[in-house]
């Protein structure tokens, strides 16, 4: 007899999985809309690859810091690409690592940016 095991553990288990699932099914799906906005007013040429664009949607631009600029002064926000480690610690300058941090600007595309926010942002970069 195994009455004495208590299977609500597994069961708390299961359900929680099932949340995360579900949740993160909503969480793609949002993703999937905010990138259509931004793919459908970006131009090609700015935009990297999309395998790129799950965390945030990324785009390269020759003039992040004016962008950047024009962005926050529209009540939005925006991120820079990751700083180079290397001039952390070195200061040896790896031509990539530099390129891609003062080129490519991270776009929202989560619950915190909304479908109108993603449409003003795509015509700023887009004018920029």
């Given at each position: 007899n195994q009455n004495w095991l208590d299977h609500r553990?597994?069961?708390?288990?299961?359900s929680y999985e099932n949340k995360i699932k579900?949740?993160?099914?909503?969480?793609?799906?949002?993703?999937?809309k905010i990138n259509k906005i931004y793919t459908s007013i970006i131009?090609?040429?700015?935009?990297?690859?999309?395998s790129y664009n799950n965390w945030r949607?990324?785009?390269?631009v020759?003039?992040?810091?004016?962008?950047?600029?024009e962005i926050f002064k529209n009540n939005l926000f925006a991120?820079?690409?990751?700083?180079?480690a290397n001039l952390l610690f070195n200061n040896q300058k790896l031509t990539n690592a530099n390129k891609s941090y003062n080129e490519v600007l991270n776009l929202f595309n989560d619950f915190r940016f909304n479908e109108q926010q993603a449409?003003?942002?795509s015509e700023i970069v887009k004018n920029s």
């Amino acid at each position: 007899n195994q009455n004495w095991l208590d299977h609500r553990l597994e069961f708390k288990i299961k359900s929680y999985e099932n949340k995360i699932k579900n949740y993160l099914s909503k969480i793609n799906n949002y993703k999937k809309k905010i990138n259509k906005i931004y793919t459908s007013i970006i131009p090609n040429k700015m935009q990297l690859d999309s395998s790129y664009n799950n965390w945030r949607f990324n785009i390269r631009v020759k003039n992040t810091k004016k962008v950047l600029e024009e962005i926050f002064k529209n009540n939005l926000f925006a991120s820079r690409h990751y700083y180079p480690a290397n001039l952390l610690f070195n200061n040896q300058k790896l031509t990539n690592a530099n390129k891609s941090y003062n080129e490519v600007l991270n776009l929202f595309n989560d619950f915190r940016f909304n479908e109108q926010q993603a449409f003003k942002i795509s015509e700023i970069v887009k004018n920029s």
